[in-house]
Nanobody
Framework: QVQLVQSGGGLVQAGGSLRLSCAAS????????MGWFRQAPGKEREFVAR????????NYADSVKGRFTISRDNAKNTVYLQMNSLKPEDTAVYYC??????????????????WGQGTQVTVSS
């Protein structure tokens, strides 16, 4: 069972940048497809981005496309989310997630098996 430990996040002004990291405990990290989700107060958890095990394919929510970049370093067992041009509406708790075989569509939280602890991102206007 893989454990995911997140770091990064914090408070930033609109237009600024942050990078989130998610480190996996398992040496077979390269077997896992990884995703980032976020949940704002009073809202459901929503898909942000995902990357396949090799890093060859990435997908983004329309709301973050062109501003966020997901990447991974399999040698470091880590996935990243680089967030640029941040907006107040990006404020949420961000979660990384892992799965070896999707149980449904990659943009559904239910498709993932393992989750990080969450990290707060707050963007001030």
């Amino acid at each position: 069972q893989v454990q995911l430990v997140q770091s990064g996040g914090g408070l930033v002004q609109a237009g600024g940048s942050l990078r989130l990291s998610c480190a996996a405990s398992e040496r077979t990290f390269s077997r896992y497809a990884m995703g980032w989700f976020r949940q704002a107060p009073g809202k459901e958890r929503e898909f942000v981005a995902r990357i396949t095990w090799s890093g060859g394919t990435t997908n983004y929510a329309d709301s973050v496309k062109g501003r966020f970049t997901i990447s991974r370093d399999n040698a470091k067992n880590t996935v990243y989310l680089q967030m640029n041009s941040l907006k107040p509406e990006d404020t949420a708790v961000y979660y990384c997630a892992a799965v070896t075989l999707y149980r449904g569509s990659y943009y559904n939280a239910e498709a993932y098996d393992y989750w990080g602890q969450g990290t707060q991102v707050t963007v001030s206007s």
